[in-house]
């Protein structure tokens, strides 16, 4: 590891690797599986799991290069946000964050972490948001905001990719079947990329309505994950009616996995993860005996009320 790389992490307090546990639960069938846990959401009470991941190899980027200024997307509660503002804020770099909404009147808990973290906080509207990724709007940005390095949404970027990667080199066994939410696709094509030469199939649970669209930002990321040799697929049976939307089953459910196992959830992204993977167990979608992971990508700020 890198000097520079040890000494980032030594700065922002990461535990890592994280664990990988076993799940013990009494899920229909779940006797019939192997069922483990990697616990990314212990890598940092608040740089949540998966954005750690993704961010690791930009922040260090641009530490070395000395970048004075980031600037990143998100909605209001964004656990990417959260994270790069903790982080920018401890590696001292200015974060400017351009969130989708107006939320000046009642800035969400994340928001106001924000502030405590000296970040600069952008309100713009949903048309003005739609632009994020625009190649005309990005080159105005860079031009208004000489030297700073401009994050895309959920740090789902190409760097972003071998952050991920990490999370398989990190286990201490093999498995037939790795599972994680998916939202912006970089943890997803991470996972896809790393396991490309094992037989490991790769299942993300969408936590959004997004069918074709999801699978889209996958390959736009790994273009390689269409060709042969890549086993993996998106689920879309969990989403709750879109992102950010839940039921009161879903928040029972995520009630319950707690008592029983006093792992935290929350309905976002890890409740509908474990939702569904009670539902494929249950349903017996996976061989008997199979090896399975579920990968807990942390993010329990995002489930704050104001
Ligand atoms: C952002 C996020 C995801 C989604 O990951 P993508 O790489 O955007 O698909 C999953 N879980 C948590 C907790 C997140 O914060």
Redesign the pocket.
């Known amino acids: 590891m890198s000097q520079h790389l040890k000494t980032m992490i030594n700065t922002l307090e990461l535990t890592c690797p994280s664990p990988e546990q076993r799940l013990k639960v009494d899920w229909p069938n779940s006797d019939n599986y192997q069922i483990w846990l990697k616990r990314d959401d212990l890598l940092h009470p608040i740089v ?4 750690w991941r ?1 961010l690791k190899y930009a922040l260090l980027a641009a530490k070395h290069n000395n970048v004075p200024h980031i600037i990143s997307f998100g909605g209001g509660f964004s ?2 946000l959260h994270a790069l503002g903790y982080a920018c804020s401890r590696l001292g770099i200015q974060l400017t964050a351009i969130v989708r909404g107006d939320y000046s009147a009642h800035p969400s808990p994340m928001l106001e972490d924000l502030a405590r973290w000296h970040a600069k906080v952008q309100y713009v509207d949903r048309q003005t948001y739609r632009l994020r990724s625009d190649a005309d709007y990005l080159a105005q940005l860079s031009l208004t905001h000489p030297g700073a390095m401009i994050i895309p949404e ?1 740090g ?1 970027q190409h760097s972003a990719l071998a952050g991920v990667m990490e999370i398989i080199d990190e286990l201490g066994r093999s498995y037939d079947h790795i599972l994680a ?8 094509a991470g996972l896809i990329h790393a396991t490309r030469h094992i037989n490991t199939t790769v299942t993300g649970i969408a936590v959004l309505k997004g069918q074709g669209y999801l699978e889209d930002l996958v390959t736009e990321l790994l273009p390689s994950a269409t060709k042969p040799g890549h086993h993996w697929d998106i689920n879309h049976d969990h989403h709750f009616g879109g992102y950010a939307k839940s039921t009161p089953h879903l928040s029972a459910f995520c009630a319950e996995f707690y008592t029983q196992t006093h792992i935290p959830i929350e309905p976002v ?2 409740g509908k993860l474990f939702y569904a993977a009670k539902a494929l167990i249950s349903e017996g979608a996976f061989t008997r005996g199979a090896k399975i992971l579920l990968l807990h ?3 329990l700020q ?1 489930a704050r009320t104001a």
């Open positions: 949540s799991g998966n954005k993704k656990n990417h959920g789902s939410p998916v939202a912006s696709g970089g943890t997803l992204y890890s990508t942390g993010g995002g």
